[in-house]
């Protein structure tokens, strides 16, 4: 083999070796989306009469959406599908999610945290009775006591979890907290409400109800809190996560729940791989009937194509949905439409009479920018369907760039390696290019 050809197959054979590496094992690196595997369907309905004054329920939405994507994306699920219908209904589909209880408690849970100062000298008949104005009555599962309890606290926040930075678990003799950290006005403010209230009690309040209820014995500075309670593990990882992502707007309601079967995607795969293998099957046969040797050198390419692609996928841990299996029979078509006009400038390169291998790599080269070009305009609009997509659009998208990554790399530099190899090896100075045609 040629020098030249030696640096050309080895890049070729690391390539094929990424691919492989990174399709074993492809079950554990290839994600299936919500309509090939199945998972959870939710809906929500943002309550309109829960909002401020000052916030339109576009705003909410808006908000809304962007508070539950990051909570998703904490709790582990790959390309989740969120939408918005009409003003203000949220659609979310949760691929390969079994614990809907779980995603339903982090994604409809306000989250909404406020720290309260408890009442001193006012009682619950006092609040009761309507003597009491700027109190109100919160229930608390106090910790120590093992039992529902009722505080009177002032209804008004002394401050809210819109200054937080960061919410993590720990874990003490008392079992796991939420240790939260404020930013720099955040920390002032708490500083100066554990200062006015030394020796009393200050309650923390998520969404109207007392998580906790410490006594403050000195003032508190640094911007770091300590939330206690009668946590969980798992309770205390998804409290800290809610907040962490912030509170939502306003609360919401659910108005549907569905759960997608994997009957459904079983016979989605079955039908979209079917659909694969009969277009990648008619495709080779055309090639190698009508290009002859050029055509089983497409074949050739158009496979290693289909394993950079794959490859790629569970390189990059993607979720393949069914219009991403859509996107890998399109990458048959971009792939086999590169070696078509590869093919063709080399025809015309042999009817000026040159040499073969002359032919062969000016084709290449005229071919080039013909290729790029078209593809290139392809990636742009994949890229913004990825950027404005979301879900099976976006698994679309992904595949869609994938595999004109895989098809240009086949096809211009595996291809023209070939053709080399072959007129080389052979010493001939005419191929099969077309049916009916030697060149």
């Known amino acids: ?83 918005l219908t009409g003003q203000n209904q949220l659609i979310i589909s949760l691929p390969g999610v079994t614990d809907t209880d779980r995603a339903r408690e ?37 910790q120590q006591a093992a039992q529902e309890q009722e505080l009177v606290v002032e209804t008004e926040t002394e401050l809210t979890g819109e200054h937080l930075t960061d919410a993590r678990v720990q874990f003490g003799d008392r079992g796991p ?14 500083g100066d409400i554990t200062s006015a209230i030394v020796g009393e009690r200050l309650a923390i309040v998520i969404d109207d109800q007392i998580v906790s209820a410490p006594s403050v014995n ?6 770091e809190a300590q939330i206690t309670g009668r946590f969980t593990d798992q309770e205390a990882s ?41 277009a990648l099957v008619a495709v080779m ?24 692609l794959m490859g790629g996928l569970a390189g990059f841990g993607a979720t393949l949905t069914l219009p991403g299996i859509a996107g890998i029979i399109l990458t048959i078509g971009m792939s086999v439409d590169a070696n078509v006009i590869v093919f063709e400038r080399i025809k015309e390169e042999l009817a000026e009479g040159k040499p073969l291998r002359t032919s062969i790599n000016d084709g290449f080269d005229n071919a080039f920018s013909a290729i790029v070009d078209a593809q290139v305009t392809t990636i742009i609009t994949a890229i913004a369907l990825y950027w404005f997509g979301t879900g099976p659009v976006r698994g679309f998208a992904v595949t869609l760039i994938l595999g004109i990554i895989s098809s240009l790399f086949s096809a211009l530099f595996i291809g023209k390696f070939l053709f080399a190899v072959v007129t080389l090896r052979r010493r001939v100075d005419r191929i099969h290019i077309g049916w009916g045609r030697n060149v």
């Open 1 to 83: 083999m040629e020098k030249g050809l030696r640096w050309k197959f080895l890049v070729i054979l690391i390539a094929c070796g990424i691919a492989v590496f990174a399709l074993y094992p492809v079950a554990e690196t290839l994600h299936l989306g919500l309509d090939l595997q199945g998972g959870a369907y939710l809906v929500y309905q943002i309550d309109e009469t829960r909002l401020d004054d000052d916030v339109s329920v576009s705003d909410a939405a808006e908000r809304a959406m962007e508070i539950i994507r990051t909570r998703i994306d904490e709790f582990g699920v790959r390309e989740p599908e969120i939408q």
């Open 106 to 142: 982090i994604i409809g849970r306000t989250a909404m945290l406020e720290f309260r100062r408890v009442a001193a000298d006012v009682d619950r008949q006092q609040v009761e009775a309507g003597v009491a104005p700027g109190y109100e009555i919160l229930e608390f599962q106090d």
């Open 177 to 190: 907290a939420v240790s939260i950290t404020f930013d720099a006005a955040g920390g002032e403010i708490f």
């Open 218 to 223: 000195e003032p508190i500075y640094g911007g």
């Open 238 to 278: 998804d409290l800290a996560l809610m907040l962490r992502a912030g509170a939502l707007p306003a609360p919401l309601e659910q108005i549907e729940q569905r759960s997608v079967g994997p009957s459904l995607g079983e016979d989605s795969i079955r039908a979209g791989l079917l659909a694969s293998l009969v």
């Open 285 to 308: 046969i055309f090639m190698a009937v009508y290009y002859k040797l050029a055509g089983l050198i497409a074949n050739i390419t158009l496979m290693l194509c289909l394993l950079f």
